[in-house]
């Protein structure tokens, strides 16, 4: 069964830091790439970043950029992101989602999806 399990969200003051995991199961991630979005309630999801299948190639987010870094231990079979100088509007549900090979900058490019993790950044 293909699943995928995000973890590491919580609550964080404006500025601080957090990890979130993606870890895949049911499937290997050596050959798929492996998105993060993000939704708040009544909003669209939202890309954040992605990782193409090898770690070769990384896209963000404008407003992402110099704060987020993605990366995967294929050999964990998990893509991590990385958030540092957390901002209240950081504040959503982020997700992982895989699809094959290469980034695609639309949520419906995806195949199988997390759950989600709820990330609060407030003082």
């Known amino acids: 069964q293909v699943q995928l399990v995000e973890s590491g969200g919580g609550l964080v003051q404006p500025g601080g830091s957090l990890r979130l995991s993606c870890v895949a199961s049911g499937f290997t991630l050596d050959y798929y790439a492996i998105g993060w979005f993000r939704q708040d309630p009544g909003k669209e999801r939202q890309g954040v970043s992605c990782?193409?299948?090898?770690?070769?190639?990384?896209y963000y987010v404008d407003s992402m950029k110099g704060r987020f870094t993605i990366s995967r231990d294929n050999a964990e079979n998990t893509v991590y992101l990385q958030m540092n100088s957390l901002k209240p509007e950081d504040t959503a549900v982020y997700y992982c989602?895989?699809?094959?090979?290469?980034?695609?900058?639309?949520?419906?490019?995806?195949?199988?999806w997390g759950q989600g993790t709820q990330v609060t950044v407030s003082s």
């Open positions: 990782i193409n299948y090898s770690g070769g190639s990384t």
């Open positions: 989602a895989t699809r094959p090979i290469d980034c695609s900058d639309s949520a419906g490019g995806y195949n199988y």
